[in-house]
T-cell receptor, first 112, second 114 residues
């Protein structure tokens, strides 16, 4: 069974204090790994798709990396507006369908 | 444009009511999804439509009935729901579902069943 584990569950940072969120996964035949940001009561907002180990993508203060077993979301000099829950999801083939499995998320709070 | 729209934003219904949730996308995507999300939990897949045909039903109770009238629209018909069905219902779409296709989510409908 595909498994996605995110850590930590919650993270509290001072504004400007860089850190990383972790997403470890166990899947057969990874097709892609996704990062989303979700604000309370709203739908997940797409951030990145990573396809293969060694791949990196950046967007503003965020940088996502991928290895064969895990992905990291690095947040450089975060601002209060970066506060949200960050969801990781993996896509793998399951019976002809590309099933997406979500992790339980990391709730990030950035304090001014 | 990567916008998926959902209506209504909020819905309160009694256990004997019939209501519908609507989802629309104009990105030319051929796969559309319904997810259910409870507080502090990740989204749970309910249904997948691929090229307007239902391809996945994740053992969802029959009180939830999906419908895909055309490639841009997805409905979720609700009937005789239970209070435990209260949740955020999310619609998503992707180019297809046979490759690595990013799913784009709508803002969700917050459903409360009394």
């Amino acid at each position: 069974e595909d498994q996605v584990t995110q850590s930590p569950e919650a993270l509290r940072l001072q504004e400007g204090e860089s850190s990383s969120l972790n997403c470890s996964y166990t899947v057969s035949g990874l097709r892609g790994l996704f990062w989303y940001r979700q604000d309370p009561g709203k739908g997940p907002e797409f951030l990145f798709t990573l396809y293969s180990a060694g791949e990196e993508k950046e967007k503003e203060r965020l940088k996502a990396t991928l290895t064969k077993k895990e992905s990291f979301l690095h947040i450089t000099a975060p601002k209060p507006e970066d506060s949200a829950t960050y969801l990781c999801a993996v896509q793998a083939e399951s019976g002809g369908y590309q099933k997406v499995t979500f992790g339980t998320g990391t709730k990030l709070q950035v304090i001014p | 444009d990567t916008e998926v729209t959902q209506t209504p934003k909020h819905l309160v219904m009694g256990m004997t009511n019939k209501k519908s949730l609507k989802c629309e996308q104009h990105m030319g995507h051929r796969a559309m999804y319904w997810y259910k999300q409870k507080a502090k939990k990740p989204p749970e897949l309910m249904f997948v439509y691929s090229y307007e045909k239902l391809s996945i039903n994740e053992s969802v109770p029959s009180r939830f009935s999906p419908e895909c009238p055309n490639s841009s629209l997805l409905n979720l018909h609700l009937h005789a729901l239970q209070p435990e069905d209260s949740a955020l219902y999310l619609c998503a779409s992707s180019q297809g579902n046979t490759g690595t296709d990013t799913q784009y989510f709508g803002p969700g409908t917050r459903l409360t069943v009394l």
